[in-house]
């Protein structure tokens, strides 16, 4: 996983200012496999909230605040003391979208460690099953 986020890092393609840049770095280097399975658990929390996929997760009440403490333990703690210095700069001389951007880029980071998984690139490969490839071959004559 260190491997993973260290090859994530190295990949930043948002247009962003050097110290937006440089939180991203730190925040990143600061997630430990703990760190992003927080973040990944929270975000498919979040995605289950939308009430066209409320019906396909149940989550309790208890199981919402267990993890939105977690995260935010997780970034109170980048924020504050892992990348403080970087934080701080990226907001005094890039503004308050220093902020979005570096968590749009952690959410990709763990986006990717979610589609990186075996289990989710076998599901990836399902619909293909259904997709009329006699149409596209038409298309591509």
Known sequence: ?????AIAAAAITLNAGIYTNQLI???VNHSS????KVLKTWMFFAFAQDPDLAKYATISKSQKIQINKAMGNYVTRLLTVDCKNEFKNAVKYEGNQ???QSFEYLGRV???AITSTPEVRAYFKEFAKYVDTK???????
């Open 33 to 36: 496999q703990n760190d992003i």
């Open 1 to 5: 996983m260190k491997k993973f986020l």
């Open 135 to 141: 149409k596209l071959d038409e298309l591509t004559k």
């Open 25 to 27: 770095q730190c925040m």
């Open 98 to 100: 220093a902020i979005s």
């Open 110 to 112: 763990a986006g990717a």
